[in-house]
């Protein structure tokens, strides 16, 4: 990119850099509220195809990018992604998500477990990430994206999404001996998989524990807070500049856990006020959301009430607009258009506290 370029604005807001108005991206920006995304499904119709296959991961993961012009671009990907990697075997069902063929439920199992060799097992990801960073330049920044520990084994161990969580929580509160060596070799494997998307072109990396909220907050303290700040010092020791985004769902409980874990900013869902969340989690902690999805369905007059409202109580450092979960897939694409539009045209001096 040469002398002439510049830090792009997300990146700059991740570092703590004061700036005029607050980046913004959405989760689950590339995906099924997209005409452009349900006509490349119809052709690609396995999501390890679209995801795994460079030029079509590549294609979904700038459709945004070139609709809405979004200050993030994030890797077109699923938590599982690396699974394989490690010797575990997985599918992912359209509309029902990961599938693990034989559940990780003995010690055998774990043991024939082995370290993640990315280079390897996903190359397809340098190629992706690669490409992103050339395709956007110094406009957008390049998010990566991995799934936390406890989240993993919690697929691992169930073998497909859960309600209840009740096989890998028997193993916790029965077995946990086995859960922590699992929950080690995943830390382990994703501090890798990170620092290898980071080489690639990853400039920020968010690391979704999607299920930790499921935990109650000592269990929270026990299996998944360990984990998460086994793999952000990891990542730490070799990209102390690379900042890193934490998300949980439904995280109220956690919130104040979730600043202990080592990521740089905490990403809040739509349960907590944001005015809330930053008194919780305290002045040098960096926020990113935190819009109800449910907020695109309103009218334009809505959403804009519902960003200003967020973006004030967020103040004017250290925020990343987002949503406070993923877009959701009946969302129309006009709201989706207004909510990038309103964002990017705040200045923080007129929307000051």
């Known amino acids: 990119m040469g002398v002439y370029s510049t830090t792009p604005h997300l990146l700059r807001a991740a570092r703590g850099e004061v700036v005029d108005r607050p980046p913004v991206w959405m989760m689950r920006q590339a995906g099924r509220y997209m005409k452009a995304y349900r006509?490349?499904?119809?052709k690609y119709p396995s999501f390890r195809d679209r995801s795994e296959i460079p030029e079509v991961a590549i294609e979904v993961s700038l459709q945004p990018w070139r609709a809405f012009q979004p200050d993030g671009v994030i890797l077109f990907s699923d938590i599982v992604t690396p699974l394989p990697g490690l010797g575990i075997d997985m599918d992912i069902a359209e509309g029902k998500g990961p599938i693990i063929h034989s559940p990780l439920r003995t010690?055998?199992?774990?043991?024939l477990l082995h370290p993640l060799e990315p280079e390897?097992?996903?190359?397809?990801?340098k190629t992706i990430l690669q490409a992103l960073r050339s395709e956007v330049g110094d406009k957008s920044t390049v998010l990566g994206f991995v799934g936390a520990p406890w989240t993993l084994a919690a697929y691992a161990v169930e073998g497909k999404g859960s309600k209840t969580y009740s096989i890998i929580k028997n193993m916790a509160f029965s077995d946990p001996t086995i859960l922590h060596q699992l929950l080690a070799k995943l830390a382990d494997a994703i501090a890798?998989?990170?620092r290898y998307q980071i080489?690639?072109?990853a400039q920020v990396i968010?690391?979704?524990?999607?299920?930790a909220g499921q935990l109650s907050p000592q269990d929270y303290d026990t299996f998944a807070l360990p984990y998460q700040q086994r793999v952000f010092q990891q990542v730490k020791q070799t990209h102390p500049d690379t900042p890193l985004i934490l998300l949980v769902s439904g995280s109220a409980g956690v919130l104040e856990r979730m600043a202990q874990s080592g990521a740089d900013i905490v990403s809040v869902d739509w349960a907590v006020d944001m005015a809330d969340a930053r008194a919780r989690?305290?002045?040098q902690v960096k926020v990113q959301g935190n819009l109800d999805p449910g907020v695109l369905f309103g009218s334009k007059q809505f959403i804009r009430d519902r960003i200003l409202d967020t973006v004030r109580k967020a103040g004017n450092w250290g925020h990343i607009l987002n949503l406070g979960h993923g877009v959701l897939p009946e969302t129309p694409e006009e709201n989706v258009a207004f909510f990038f539009e309103t964002a990017k045209e705040l200045n923080l001096a007129g929307v000051k506290n």
């Open 39 to 42: 006509d490349l499904r119809d």
């Open 107 to 111: 010690q055998e199992q774990i043991d």
């Open 120 to 125: 390897a097992a996903l190359p397809f990801i």
């Open 192 to 194: 890798i998989y990170a």
């Open 199 to 201: 080489d690639s072109g």
């Open 206 to 211: 968010q690391m979704f524990d999607s299920w």
């Open 281 to 283: 989690l305290g002045k």
